[in-house]
């Protein structure tokens, strides 16, 4: 019997995947031959002698210590693309939130609760809340990789002009991309043309603080930004303060920490992008597959 421990819950389609006469699962096992995790940090947990694969449920892996398990002969496997539909969602939602005032005004309609006449004042109170549309604006779009592509698509649907950089962009999948998408070899043409500004790249020493004082300095005035991928990519305490200084006028970010939160015009949400009960489902499922087909078979499939 193989033995898989799961670090955070797990959709149970994911878990039905393992055929239960050979596998038992559970979040409290001893010695698992094979981890499912999605969001637990890993990093000074120590490892039995019968690890061989630890999956992760999403796409970045930054919360495992891939080093260790690569001198240790464990496999690490994510699922890419399992959840990008959801994110792309959240990335849409995200650029309308950055530009019309939804959450301002719906928390201020509420505050009004009890108050004399509240629904006629929340009636009135709607030429404190426009904000511009987002059609005929220029998105641009840091990493194309399955969430970025599809979110060039969706923003293109609705009438974005949308430019692109990933400087791993295969030529396939830069042909599938254009001619809708204007993508561009030099990442100073997003800051300089873009009225948004999204960002989908995964978190390695190299990419932290990608958007820092310096790129925001190229941006145009009154640009908002997107950061749905991981919070170290962008430097809070510089987009803070441009947002004080009138240069960025909204921040949408899915990561939490004590510069961003509470701060007017910064949207914080608790990394939600992929929750979604159909993206929890769709990891899970590509996760057991690829422990089963390592464990079985030795294959290794997104590794
Ligand atoms: C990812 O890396 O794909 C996300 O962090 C997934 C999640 O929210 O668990």
């Not at 792309?88 to 719906?106: G, M, P």
């Not at 950061?227 to 990561?255: C, P, Q, W």
């Amino acid at each position: 019997m193989y033995k898989i421990q799961t670090l955070n819950k797990i959709s149970e389609i994911g878990t039905d995947v393992f055929d239960k006469s050979k596998y038992s699962i559970s979040d409290d096992c001893a010695n698992p031959e094979a981890i499912m995790v999605r969001s637990a940090k890993m990093h000074d947990m120590q490892f039995g002698d019968n690890l061989l694969a630890i999956a992760r449920a999403g796409a970045g892996v930054n919360n495992i210590p891939v080093e260790r398990c690569a001198q240790e002969g464990i496999c690490v496997f994510n699922t890419p693309g399992a959840n990008s539909n959801a994110v792309k969602e959240l990335a849409i939602c995200a650029l309308l939130l950055s530009s019309r005032k939804i959450v301002e005004a719906a928390s201020w309609a509420a505050s009004l609760k009890g108050t004399p006449d509240a629904p006629k004042t929340v009636e009135g109170g709607k030429s404190k809340f426009a904000g511009p549309e987002i059609a005929g604006k220029t998105l641009g779009i840091i990493g194309l990789g399955a969430i970025g592509g599809k979110i060039a698509n969706a923003a293109e649907a609705l009438g974005m002009k949308v430019i692109g950089y990933d400087p791993y962009l295969s030529i396939g999948a830069a042909l599938h991309l254009e001619p809708s998408v204007k993508i561009v070899t030099d990442i100073n043409e997003i800051y300089a043309n873009s009225d948004y500004i999204t960002i989908h790249m995964p978190y390695t020493p190299q990419t932290k603080n990608t958007i820092d004082t310096d790129q925001i300095a190229m941006m145009k005035d009154g640009v908002r930004l997107i950061n749905l991928a991981r919070g170290e990519l962008i430097n809070s305490e510089a987009v803070v303060k441009a947002i004080a200084d009138g240069k960025v006028a909204k921040y949408v970010t899915d990561f939490a920490d004590d510069v961003v939160l509470g701060v007017e015009n910064v949207i914080v949400l608790p990394h939600l992008g992929a929750s979604t009960p159909e993206s929890e489902d769709n990891c899970a499922v590509m996760a057991a597959e690829e422990l089963i087909d390592y464990i079985e078979n030795g294959n290794i499939k997104n590794s």
